[in-house]
């Protein structure tokens, strides 16, 4: 019972910061938001018995994700968008499209509704998702993409320095 | 009512749709940075939902990818930004045409 | 350890042409670094060339196969890279890799100085690798990629000097009438894995029981057609007198030693499945008689010193089919070896010959003559040579001596041992056999002439180039007449490894005995299984005649050539007419192609197909490019460089594939 009543208080916070961060005008606003919806996911990787996960959550994307771009909005010191006057176009079609694919989506979950077994959290689960199982699977049947994702990571560092210096041509 | 992995996945559908209008709604280069991590954050939860179902520790990796994915991404993104700003002080997505070109 | 031996004589070649070829070609500073390339160049042959040694020398008379993995399975086909080791293979080896080795350092010397010299060495160490693809495979398939190799590397190499467009044309021709062997090839693979589901010599060889007569007399003409093409058999060989406008030790390796032997090869290989086609063996014989004779014929007309040994390989190749059409198989390959020995050797000295007679033209331009007409080949503007090239001169003497067969040299043993054989079939009740033979013994005599001639002509008698002797030739650098010291040697002693049967009862024919299925070699023999023998007296008597028609064609062409020169030519073309007319212009036969087949099908090629060229294809094309113009300009307009807009279109694609899915 606890559980469920967990998953529900999580969700109802991380689609409701998660429509803030869409919505709020000014863009800190939204970013903030948006560290609220982290951490709620975070939250919800926590029930599921992901501990190792949950917490790489908060640390990568709340920490290290957040936090460059919270500095970048300062940086850039960006101010609250102008209320938009008059119902644009494209927000019509963004909203019918964004409708259209949770219709899908909830199509596709109706349809494997029973396919789906319940939502046990077994002695296996709990053991498959433990940070020395992760880890030794990193480091052992997927070293070479770990390596790749490190080559990624540098290539991704050296490129934003590119980008933002300022003689850049 | 039992608690099954269909709940994550609708979270995540829904979180995911909300991703999608962000990043068509928003004219601001910087919120439609955020959407697409809002995106990427909910498919993650339906790959931790589904790893937990079938006790396996892939999906676990395969999200410890997708967040080093993210975090270079932002990275790139946010520097992409700030050559933008540089050359039109502003960083709505609408002001900038030049893929026309 | 082996097995380790035949993957590094295989490969040590290959990477030889990688270090020679592809190196320099990103890395031009190399290129003129002859030492370093000819090094190279020569020790990818070498190595491999002792290994091969040493592989015969241990060998304990067990063929072994060395496979290395699978090229390809697909259903019932599976192919390996496998590589056999017997006594056919390991012969063949030892000719390719020896002589390859000498003529690689022969190269040293003859082509210092090119601008591709780097490139040369490369083909040349191509050329090994694909030749030992084709003699050690233990498969068709393998035996084909080594055929089809050197086929490419025959007309990267006839090709060598392309600016030239005659060479480039010689390539072609070359390439292309080869092409219609190789297409026998293919079809003789596709029919015998369709019959016997294997390509592997093992399942090929031992299956040939099973196989319907028709069926076996397809593969083998068709195998047969195969080997016209490679070997420059009548009606395939125009292709050989016009390759010799490669580089002269390509002429020597390729086009007399080496590659030109393959199809003799294959048909060895292949001996007991040809053995089960009596019908096509008889083609063979007479096609190869034919070949002789009328190659020999050309040979004694033509003053271009390559080209007379050009139709004179072509005519040894038909001594050669000869063989096998009258089952003696083991006997082709013995006059492959000691023919290798010889021709290489007299390409080689022809090519010092040439050598020296470039540096007669360079010196005669030197001096202020008009040297546009100079030809230094021909052979009418040498004489005299031996007060030059004493060296060339002795082992060009030794080499026509052994090739018209004076006794006692090594052309005498294996071709003496050719007609025996023909006429011991003839005597074993194959009538065709007896013309066969007495076809071989007159182009024997005109062997023994044209080869006199050749050499009467080129060393001896008068200087007949302009400013003799104020201007000379000099006897070529040590690298290239140590291989044709070499050579020399070898064109002696190499007939004594095939003594004639009239010597302890041919227990002393060693070559036989190693080779032959008889005596647990890899080579089927139709002699030994007939069963009949020759008298001992008639023996003899072949012997006699064979030796005979040698010394006989060489004294007079001696002194008819000694005494008259070029004019000895002029009164063989008043006293021969017509007949002599026929030989010169080589039985017209470049232009009976022309006229039959090429020019008909470019006809029907540039009428035809250019008018559908026009309409059609270029209509399609066209008519692609307009509608991709006027689509890509509807679609410019979607393209307004709004990134949302792009969004936009991307997810309603995502909505619309998967509305298809789910509803669809």
Redesign the interface.
């Known amino acids: 019972m606890i ?2 009543v967990l ?1 529900l208080f999580l ?1 109802v916070v ?2 409701g910061s ?2 803030g ?2 919505l709020a005008r000014s ?1 800190i606003n ?2 903030l938001w ?1 560290v609220v ?2 951490i709620a ?1 975070a939250g ?2 926590i029930t ?3 501990l ?2 949950g917490v ?2 908060v640390l ?2 709340a920490g ?2 957040m936090v ?2 919270l500095f ?2 300062m ?2 010191n ?1 101010g609250s ?1 102008p209320a938009p006057s008059e119902i644009q176009w ?2 019509v ?3 019918i ?6 219709t ?6 109706a349809i ?2 029973d396919a ?4 046990s ?2 002695e ?2 709990v ?3 433990s940070a020395r ?2 880890g030794k ?2 480091f052992t049947r ?1 070293v070479l ?1 770990f390596e790749i ?1 490190a080559i ?2 540098l ?3 050296i ?6 210096k ?1 003689k ?1 041509a | ?11 995540s ?10 990043v ?5 280069a ?2 439609i ?3 697409v ?2 995106m990427l ?1 909910a498919v ?2 339906s790959i ?2 589904l ?3 079938m ?4 999906g ?2 395969l ?3 997708v ?10 993104g ?6 933008l ?2 050359t039109k002080p502003t ?1 709505d997505v609408n002001e900038f045409n030049l893929l026309k070109h | 350890m082996d097995a380790l031996l035949v993957r590094l004589i295989i490969l040590l070649p290959l990477a030889g042409a990688i270090l020679t070829g592809l190196v320099p070609l990103f890395m031009p500073g190399l290129r003129k670094n002859e030492s370093l390339i000819s090094t190279i160049g020569t020790l990818a042959v070498a190595v491999p060339f002792g290994m091969v040694v040493y592989l015969f020398l241990t060998f304990d008379g067990n063929a072994f196969v060395a496979t290395f993995y699978t090229w390809m399975a697909a259903g019932d086909l599976s192919v390996d890279f496998a590589y056999r080791i017997d006594q056919l293979s390991l012969i063949m080896g030892l000719v390719v890799l020896g002589v390859g080795t000498l003529i690689h350092v022969y190269s040293i010397g003859y082509m210092h100085g090119d601008d591709g010299f780097w490139k040369f060495f490369s083909y040349l160490n191509l050329f090994i690798f694909a030749m030992l693809n084709l003699i050690l495979a233990d498969n068709l398939v393998v035996l084909f990629l080594g055929w089809e190799g050197v086929g490419l590397c025959s007309f990267l190499l006839i090709g060598f000097w392309y600016t030239d467009l005659k060479n480039s044309a010689a390539a072609n021709k070359a390439f292309i009438v080869n092409r219609i062997g190789d297409f026998a090839f293919l079809l003789a693979m596709f029919l015998l894995f369709r019959e016997l589901g294997g390509l592997d010599f093992d399942t090929l060889l031992n299956g040939v029981d099973t196989l319907s007569s028709t069926t076996v007399t397809m593969a083998v003409l068709l195998l047969f057609l195969a080997a016209t093409g490679k070997s420059a058999q009548i009606p395939l060989f125009v292709w050989l007198p016009d390759a010799m406008a490669g580089p002269t030790p390509v002429s020597a390796l390729i086009h007399a030693a080496t590659m030109v032997t393959s199809g003799l090869y294959l048909l060895a290989r292949m001996s007991d499945m040809v053995l089960a086609a009596p019908g096509v063996m008889v083609l063979i014989a007479i096609v190869g008689a034919l070949t002789a004779l009328v190659a020999a014929t050309i040979a004694i007309t033509q003053t271009d010193i390559k080209r007379v040994l050009a139709y004179s390989t072509v005519s040894q190749l038909g001594f050669m089919f000869m063989a096998v059409g009258v089952g003696a198989f083991f006997v082709a390959i013995f006059h492959v070896v000691t023919h290798a020995f010889f021709k290489a050797l007299l390409f080689l000295g022809s090519g010092s010959v040439i050598h020296g007679m470039h540096e007669v033209e360079h010196d005669l331009e030197h001096e202020g003559h008009d040297t546009s007409s100079f030809d230094a080949q021909d052979m009418r503007t040498m004489g005299n040579l031996k007060a030059y090239m004493p060296a060339t001169h002795i082992t060009f003497l030794i080499a026509t001596l052994a090739i018209a067969g004076i006794p006692l040299l090594s052309g005498f043993f294996s071709k003496d041992e050719i007609l025996f054989m023909a006429f011991q079939a003839g005597y074993n009740g194959m009538p065709v056999a007896y013309a066969v033979w007495a076809v071989g013994i007159l182009t024997a005599l005109l062997t023994a002439v044209y080869m006199t001639r050749a050499y009467v002509l080129t060393f001896r008698g008068e200087e007949r180039w302009p400013e003799a002797p104020s201007i000379a030739p000099h006897e070529s650098p040590l690298s290239m007449t140590l291989p044709l010291w070499t050579l020399a040697i070898l064109a002696i002693v190499g007939g004594y490894i095939g003594l004639p049967g009239v010597i302890a009862d041919g227990d002393w024919n060693w070559i036989h005995h190693y080779l032959a299925q008889d005596y647990g070699g890899p080579v089927a023999d139709l002699a030994d299984s007939a069963g009949f023998s020759l008298p001992l007296a008639l023996k003899w008597l072949l012997i006699a005649i064979g030796g005979g028609v040698a010394i006989l064609g060489v004294s007079l062409a001696w002194v008819a050539y000694d005494r008259e020169g070029l004019a000895f030519d002029d009164r063989l073309r008043e006293r021969l007419g017509p007949l002599y007319g026929v030989w010169e212009v080589k039985y017209r036969l470049d232009e009976v192609y022309d006229a039959a087949l090429v020019n008909p099908i470019r006809d029907i090629m540039g009428q035809g197909f250019a008018k559908a060229d026009a309409s059609v294809v270029d209509g399609v094309v066209n008519g692609a490019a307009r509608g991709a113009a006027a689509f890509g300009r509807v679609l410019g307009r979607i393209q307004t460089g709004v990134i ?1 807009r792009y969004a ?1 279109m991307m ?2 694609g ?2 619309i594939v ?2 298809l899915i ?1 509803f669809v």
């Open positions: 559980q469920q998953f969700a991380a689609i998660a429509l961060a869409v863009p939204s970013a948006m919806n982290l996911v919800l990787y599921l018995n992901a190792f996960i790489l959550q990568v994307y290290a994700i460059p771009i970048v909005i940086l850039l960006l968008m494209k927000h079609v963004a909203f499209l964004g409708v259209a694919l949770l899908q989506l909830a199509f596709v979950l494997g509704l789906l077994p319940e939502m959290v077994s296996e689960a053991a498959a998702s199982e992760i699977m990193l997927y993409p994702i990624l990571l290539a991704a560092t490129g934003a320095v590119m980008f933002a300022r850049f | 009512m039992e608690l099954t992995v269909n709940w994550y996945l609708a979270l559908a829904i979180l995911f749709s909300i991703g999608v209008m962000g068509l709604f928003r004219s601001n910087i919120v940075l955020l959407s991590e809002l954050n993650n939860v931790i939902a790893a937990q179902m006790a396996d520790s892939t676990h990796i999200v410890f990818f967040l080093a994915v993210a975090a270079a991404e932002a990275a790139i946010l520097s992409l930004v700030i050559a700003f540089r960083v | 949302q936009v997810v309603l995502v909505v998967m509305a789910l």
